[in-house]
């Protein structure tokens, strides 16, 4: 059972992701106006869900509330910093250091001893908070795309992305002993299941997911080094950052279909730059994957 402080932390939690999802230009000029110590200090609230969850289940600790506290208001100061001193916007070393942070922090799993069993999702979604208020409130940083009221364009870009990927996927993860297929038909429970498997894992994979590496990170390398070159490197570190999942080793396997994949992502999101259309090719990905090739 879910106890009120948990579900305050998770409410506290998915505020400003789905504010800056849904309410994009009202983010935007988030903040304006305040004096520039109070919008770099504001993330600081970030480590309330924290102590909600650690107090609730008995594993408060002052350390990781410094971090959840400090964390956020560090990115914020090196956004603000790096939107000062680049003015043409080609991007800064302090933006590549600030996604470094997060990404590896999530890849690596850096701060879930901080959180109860299966309750670890608050450590990805506290730290997406991060980059959204840092890159999107602070920094400004444009052409992101993060949207998630979905046009009929996003769903078609993002379904053509999937179809042309599929057969890629299914042949050569087959051949390669990665994918195992378990019948085409699951029965109806887990068909039942499935579009709520699909939102969940929009929401909680796909546009996480997306958001770093195609808003923020392919965004970023397309002013150093051009679209083509910002595609094949972002979808490499995306293919990397698979490495160790379902493995305790180097997971090859994994890590070459998912950087097949994120070229795919890629096109879908730089088509008109937008989130919810590579988060819609990741999410079909995923659930055909989950439900019947795993």
């Known amino acids: 059972m879910i106890s009120p402080a ?4 998770a409410l506290l939690t998915l505020a400003p992701f789905l504010f800056a999802a849904f309410f994009s230009r009202k983010w ?30 008995g594993m408060f ?27 043409a916007g080609l991007g800064d070393w302090r933006d590549f250091a600030v996604l470094a942070v997060l990404g590896l922090a999530v890849d690596l799993r850096w701060f879930e001893g901080a959180w109860p069993a299966r309750m670890a999702v608050f450590n990805k979604m506290l730290l997406l908070d991060v980059g959204i208020y840092g890159f999107l409130a602070i920094r400004r940083l444009s052409g992101v795309g993060f949207d998630l009221r979905l046009r009929w364009r996003d769903v078609r870009v993002g379904l053509r992305e999937w179809v042309y990927y599929l057969p890629i996927a299914v042949g050569l993860g087959l051949w390669l002993g990665f994918l195992h297929l378990h019948g085409w038909w699951p029965g109806w429970m887990q068909l039942l ?14 546009v996480p997911e ?3 590496f195609r808003g923020w990170l392919q965004n970023l390398l397309e002013r150093r080094v051009g679209r083509h070159g910002a595609l094949i490197a972002t979808a490499v570190l995306f293919g990397l950052s698979h490495f160790n999942k379902r493995a305790l080793h180097f997971n090859w ?5 998912a950087a097949i994949a994120g070229i795919f992502y ?29």
């Open 61 to 87: 600790r002052w350390e990781w509330l410094a971090l959840y506290a400090l964390l956020p208001v560090a990115v914020a100061a090196l956004l603000w910093w790096a939107g000062q001193v680049d003015a």
């Open 28 to 57: 935007a000029t988030f903040g304006e106006g305040w004096p520039v110590r109070l919008r770099l200090a504001g993330p600081a609230a970030l480590c309330v869900p924290y102590a909600l969850v650690a107090v609730s289940a």
């Open 253 to 257: 396997r994994y890590v070459l279909l």
């Open 266 to 294: 890629g096109r879908a999101w730089r088509e008109e730059r937008r989130v919810g259309a590579s988060a819609m090719t990741h999410t079909l990905v995923d659930t055909v994957w989950g439900f019947w090739l795993r």
């Open 6 to 9: 948990i579900a305050i932390a």
């Open 210 to 212: 997306e958001l770093f």
């Open 193 to 206: 299941r499935l579009p709520v498997a699909a939102v969940f894992t929009f929401f909680f994979i796909a």
